[in-house]
């Protein structure tokens, strides 16, 4: 009886031993099919346990970022991204609703790869929680942008030259001015020089002069260098009525040359938006040129720009929102009904070949959307145009009473 029971406990062992030994057999399969799939992927994988401490990877993520699972110490889910995108990940984990996540996965070599993430957590049927991420690698995207950028750049500065170029001879007549009453107070210093008698008075008086005639001509070339040279890029809050009245300035010799009449109505409040001052510059100079240009054949040209702060429906919040809206309106020549869709478009010009580049208002369409606004156009063709630039308003104090204070 005895022989018997241990022939059948040895029997159970063996059985277990086989069972064993074909789970473990199974496990592997399952493990180097997984292994095979993961490897035949060009994201980054990775697995964590709860406590965010790396298992499993697949061979891409060690490639692209250097590290690798054999170190003594386990890599952990901190050192893979910033502190506050660890904590952004974890509490998105927690909550179960893991938003695409945009962020620089550290690498060995020190370099951040721009990554698209995206997880989900997993607790198998023993309780085991495991948090996986799939990273899709985005810097071919970013360094795409980053040379449309720098290309953008580039277009903007060349526009901006050629602004000058078509403002030079505005220019060169404002400047004449100064340098004739220059030469003239001079002349009379050194005639009274030659004559006898005491000229002190009439000196210092015609010295006076010419300094502040120099003056006038220094602060004229200084505006002209001022748009010539490279744009910053970083942005800050901008108020748009200095910049309006810093553009008509500048241009109000080619105003005055044409014999436009301008309408200036603009806020009595600060109309402050977050922008780069000289690509808000470039959109008020190009719709005011355009303006100009468009008034060349008109008996009484005027040109009215006006500025104010309205409430708009936001699209990416849909909550109505205050923005600084400021419009450019000319009694010239119009645009055709068919034309005014086309006129944003990259090289669409009306105008002779050799004048116009058709690259004016896609560059301000660009920048204006660039600082979430965005810009109309309405038109009588023959009785003149009104473009308006919607910018959201920088608000220093964001509280909602005060959001929609002023706004009409
Ligand atoms: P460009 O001035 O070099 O032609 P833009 O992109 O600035 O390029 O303008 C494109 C076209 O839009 C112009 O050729 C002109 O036909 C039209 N346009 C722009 N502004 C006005 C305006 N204020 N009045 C009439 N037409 C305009």
Not at 161 to 176: D, K, N, R
Not at 295 to 301: A, E, K, L, N, S
Request: proline share 3%; with cysteine; hydrophobic share 40%.
């Amino acid at each position: 009886m005895h022989d018997q029971a241990i022939k059948i406990l040895e029997k159970q062992r063996q059985d277990l031993v086989v069972r064993v030994l074909k789970k473990h057999e199974e496990m592997e399969a399952t493990r180097s099919f997984t292994e095979r799939i993961l490897a035949g992927i060009s994201e980054l994988f990775l697995l964590m346990d709860q406590e965010f401490k790396v298992i499993q990877t697949n061979r891409e993520f060690l490639q692209r970022t250097g590290f690798s699972l054999d170190a003594g110490r386990r890599l952990t889910l901190d050192d893979l991204v910033r502190q506050d995108t660890a904590d952004a990940i974890r509490q998105a984990f927690a909550k179960g609703e893991f938003a695409e996540f945009e962020a620089q996965l550290a690498t060995v070599a020190g370099q951040g790869l721009p990554v698209k993430m995206r997880g989900s957590t997993h607790v198998n049927p023993n309780g085991l929680v495991l948090h996986m991420l799939i990273c899709s690698d985005c810097s071919e995207f970013y360094d795409l942008m980053t040379q449309m950028q720098e290309g953008q750049k580039q277009l903007i500065h060349s526009s901006r030259l050629a602004s000058l170029g078509e403002m030079a001879a505005g220019v060169g007549h404002e400047l004449t001015q100064p340098l004739n009453a220059i030469l003239l107070f001079a002349r009379n210093c050194l005639k009274a020089l030659e004559t006898p008698g005491d000229h002190a008075e009439m000196l210092r008086e015609n010295l006076s002069i010419i300094i502040d005639r120099v003056n006038k001509a220094s602060s004229i070339i200084a505006t002209m260098r001022s748009f010539g040279t490279k744009a910053e890029e970083e942005q800050a809050p901008v108020e748009l009525n200095a910049i309006i009245r810093k553009i008509l300035s500048f241009l109000e010799s080619q105003l005055r040359l044409s014999e436009i009449v301008l309408d200036l109505r603009l806020a009595d409040q600060p109309c402050e938006v977050l922008g780069v001052e000289v690509r808000l510059e470039q959109v008020f100079l190009n719709l005011v040129q355009n303006a100009i240009q468009a008034m060349g054949r008109v008996d009484t040209p005027r040109l009215t720009v006006t500025s104010r702060i309205v409430l708009c429906l936001n699209l990416t919040t849909m909550l109505k929102e205050p923005y600084v809206l400021v419009t450019v309106a000319d009694n010239g020549e119009g645009i055709a009904e068919e034309l005014q869709k086309k006129i944003f478009d990259p090289f669409f010009t009306t105008r002779e070949v050799g004048t116009g580049m058709g690259l004016g208002l896609s560059i301000v369409d660009r920048i204006v959307r660039g600082f979430a606004g965005y810009i109309e156009v309405e038109s009588a063709p023959g009785h003149g145009s009104y473009f308006s630039v919607y910018i959201p308003q920088y608000v220093r104090d964001a509280s909602p009473n005060l959001r929609r204070s002023g706004a009409t």
